[in-house]
């Protein structure tokens, strides 16, 4: 396991080029590990920020900008191929979660602070700084989530949608229930941002 630290160009476009195998050499350690896919599509390679986890099986594919201090997780999928993903700092994706966006029509921006829950899909929208997506949470097209909202497990929301800043979203398809307390804001998205900070760091102690 090895977390993705300030890599020189030469190592990360190497790495780049080796990707397509699951065991590469990491010239530092001398050792060979077992690592996430990450490949170029159309010329476009991923990005990512310093200090960031990425599993072994985490696929991250083609114009995808993953910021500082963040993870990606076991069988997570970021797939840049058909248009940009642009992911801020701070920002965890769980086991099993998907990114995508659609050809020549939307792109996925994802903030900071962001926890994306495991299997949970976001496709083509905007989601902005402290937002918790639950567990098998779907989020389609053109949708914007404002800051500090709890979308709710299982939650679908609607192509379109424009989800206001501090409430909580729920069911299907996804509707405002109530605002969010100062406590509950501070137990759930800001707990589970900081929580998986912690967690990513024990595997990069590897």
Known sequence: RICCRSWS?????????????KWIHHKTYGKFLKMALIKKVRGLEPRIGKDCFLAENATIVGDVEIGNNCSIWFQAVLRGDVNSIRI?????????????CTYEQS?????????VGHKAI????????????GMGAIIMDHVIVESNVLIAAGAVVLENSHLESG?????VPAKKIKKISE???N???KRISENYSMYASWFKED
Not at 12 to 21: F, P, T
Not at 167 to 171: E, N, P, S, T, V
């Open 9 to 21: 160009p030469s190592w990360r476009k190497w790495y780049i080029e080796s990707a397509s195998s």
């Open 88 to 100: 801020g700092n701070s920002v965890n994706i769980q086991d099993g979660a998907v990114v995508h």
């Open 107 to 115: 792109e996925t921006i994802i903030g900071d602070r962001v926890s």
């Open 122 to 133: 976001i496709h083509g929208c905007e989601i902005k700084e402290d937002v918790l997506v």
């Open 167 to 171: 409430h909580i979203y729920a069911g």
């Open 183 to 185: 406590d509950r804001f």
């Open 187 to 189: 137990n759930t998205i």
